[in-house]
């Protein structure tokens, strides 16, 4: 497996492999890695013959006061993951590589990013995007393989590679669970054992939603509520807990009846620790039986 540092170093990989008729995959990544990220990987390597992973903490979409400086790198440990995953190469580039001197250009989002964690975390979807965007610039056709953990920055990819032409497909795969349901995170080396215990009222809460909503539930605000009944007495903080538009990502008011499919998506702070969570409604089966 080759260890690539340079963007130059990327592109002439891709296109070397493309040259040699094999096709390309690529996993963007910002390392400490777990078994969801090598789940991606297998896809990615099912889909391709070259399978590239970006191990890149990217400080365009970390806000003021975020995690940042202590964002876990463990690039030998990443490394080792996706070989026995099946990447070819892993692109870990410096910050300069990526940014490099008078950077000034950012890839602008729309509606897709403007509810649910876009209205917590100002600029972190257009960080994402321009991110992304670069890595896309860099591997050139190929096939991407994401998380449906992350889900609106997963629409928010899919909308701007549609709206810019990218010839990339985009591939969204389930989010993978602890035996326990609780979604796999790099943020969960953050928590305690006790903050740990405390994070399963997450899966609880959407599948009290999952199961009211397979009985036939369909109003917006009662869906939401029980999902924050089990997350609010074990949260920090609660940032947002609500039903949205599964493709627009545009937030359901209250009283709003839904469809035969609805978002219900969560960010929750436990201690230092910002979690995400979500499941789509009528889609997904939820995470605990």
Same mark, same amino acid.
């Given at each position: 497996?080759?260890?690539? !540092?340079?963007?130059?170093?990327? !592109?002439?990989?891709?296109?070397?492999?493309?040259?040699?008729?094999?096709?390309?995959?690529?996993?963007?990544?910002?390392?400490?890695?777990?078994? $969801?990220?090598?789940?991606?990987?297998?896809?990615?390597?099912?889909?391709?013959?070259?399978?590239?992973?970006?191990?890149?903490?990217?400080?365009?979409?970390? $806000? /003021?006061?975020?995690?940042?400086?202590?964002? +876990?790198?463990? =690039?030998?440990?990443?490394?080792?993951?996706?070989?026995?995953?099946?990447?070819?190469?892993?692109?870990?580039?410096?910050?300069?590589?990526?940014?490099?001197?008078?950077?000034? #250009?950012?890839?602008? /989002?729309?509606?897709?990013?403007?509810? %649910?964690?876009? &209205?917590?975390?100002?600029?972190?979807?257009?960080?994402?995007?321009?991110?992304?965007?670069?890595?896309?610039?860099?591997?050139?056709?190929?096939?991407?393989?994401?998380?449906?953990?992350?889900?609106?920055? %997963?629409?928010?990819?899919?909308?701007?590679? #549609?709206?810019?032409?990218?010839?990339?497909?985009?591939?969204? %795969?389930?989010?993978?669970?602890?035996?326990?349901?609780?979604?796999?995170?790099?943020?969960?080396?953050? =928590?305690?054992?006790?903050? !740990?215990?405390?994070?399963? $009222? *997450?899966?609880? $809460?959407?599948?009290?939603?999952?199961?009211?909503?397979?009985?036939?539930?369909?109003?917006?605000?009662?869906?939401?509520? @029980? &999902? !924050?009944?089990?997350?609010?007495? *074990?949260?920090?903080?609660?940032?947002?807990?609500?039903?949205?538009?599964?493709?627009?990502?545009?937030?359901?008011?209250?009283?709003?009846?839904?469809?035969?499919?609805? =978002?219900?998506? @969560?960010?929750?702070?436990?201690?230092?620790?910002?979690?995400?969570?979500?499941?789509?409604?009528?889609?997904? +089966?939820?995470? @605990?039986?």
């Amino acid at each position: 497996m080759q260890l690539l !540092r340079e963007p130059l170093e990327l !592109r002439r990989a891709c296109d070397d492999a493309r040259a040699r008729g094999l096709t390309v995959g690529l996993v963007p990544t910002m390392g400490a890695l777990h078994e $969801g990220h090598a789940a991606l990987v297998r896809e990615a390597r099912k889909r391709a013959d070259f399978v590239a992973v970006s191990v890149f903490v990217n400080p365009t979409q970390f $806000g /003021v006061n975020e995690d940042l400086a202590r964002y +876990p790198r463990t =690039l030998d440990s990443d490394m080792a993951k996706v070989e026995a995953a099946g990447a070819s190469a892993v692109f870990a580039p410096s910050e300069g590589g990526m940014y490099p001197p008078g950077d000034e #250009t950012r890839v602008r /989002v729309g509606a897709t990013a403007t509810d %649910l964690c876009g &209205a917590h975390r100002p600029g972190h979807f257009e960080g994402v995007a321009t991110v992304v965007a670069k890595l896309f610039a860099i591997a050139g056709p190929c096939t991407a393989v994401f998380g449906r953990k992350d889900y609106q920055q %997963l629409q928010v990819i899919k909308r701007f590679t #549609t709206d810019l032409f990218f010839p990339v497909t985009i591939i969204g %795969l389930r989010t993978v669970r602890e035996i326990d349901g609780l979604a796999m995170s790099s943020r969960n080396a953050y =928590l305690t054992p006790e903050q !740990r215990s405390a994070a399963l $009222g *997450i899966p609880r $809460g959407l599948t009290a939603a999952s199961r009211a909503f397979d009985a036939g539930e369909r109003r917006a605000g009662v869906l939401a509520s @029980l &999902a !924050r009944a089990e997350v609010e007495p *074990i949260a920090t903080s609660i940032d947002y807990v609500d039903v949205a538009d599964p493709d627009s990502v545009r937030a359901h008011k209250s009283a709003e009846i839904v469809g035969e499919r609805a =978002l219900i998506a @969560l960010a929750i702070r436990l201690g230092g620790a910002r979690l995400i969570d979500n499941m789509v409604l009528g889609e997904e +089966p939820p995470p @605990l039986p």
